[in-house]
Nanobody, 123 residues
Framework: QVDLVESGGGSVETGGSLTLSCAGS????????MGWFRQGPGKQREAVAI???????SYGDSVKDRFTISKDSAKNTLYLQMNNLEPEDTALYYC?????????????????RGQGTQVTVSS
């Protein structure tokens, strides 16, 4: 059973934009919170954005004012709009759900996780 599947990654130049999508099961989308995470080459996993069940959002410091997380519960789809991309944003991006955290500053214990989609930003 595949609970979460990401799409929308690709290669862009600095300053470009991408929109990631994460389609999933009803069970995953009924979670307390869902979010986008990333892991760049040689870097630790980083919480990018989290959205709570009430629609509240939290963003990592490095992406604030550039990225926007949203959710369409009717379509069981999570989105991440990424603008003004920088080479430092290059990473494998994946969505996760099932955790209790609604803040990017803490850890996130995901019950569901996708395989990820690669984002590469060239200078």
């Amino acid at each position: 059973q595949v609970d979460l599947v990401e799409s929308g990654g690709g290669s862009v130049e600095t300053g470009g934009s991408l929109t990631l999508s994460c389609a999933g099961s009803q069970q995953a989308f009924s979670s307390h919170s869902m979010g986008w995470f990333r892991q760049g080459p040689g870097k630790q996993r980083e919480a990018v954005a989290i959205i709570g069940g009430d629609g509240s959002t939290s963003y990592g410091d490095s992406v604030k004012d550039r990225f926007t997380i949203s959710k369409d519960s009717a379509k069981n789809t999570l989105y991440l709009q990424m603008n003004n991309l920088e080479p430092e944003d290059t990473a494998l991006y994946y969505c996760a759900a099932g955790g209790r955290a609604v803040d990017c500053s803490g850890g996130y214990s995901a019950r569901y996780r996708g395989q990820g989609t690669q984002v590469t930003v060239s200078s």
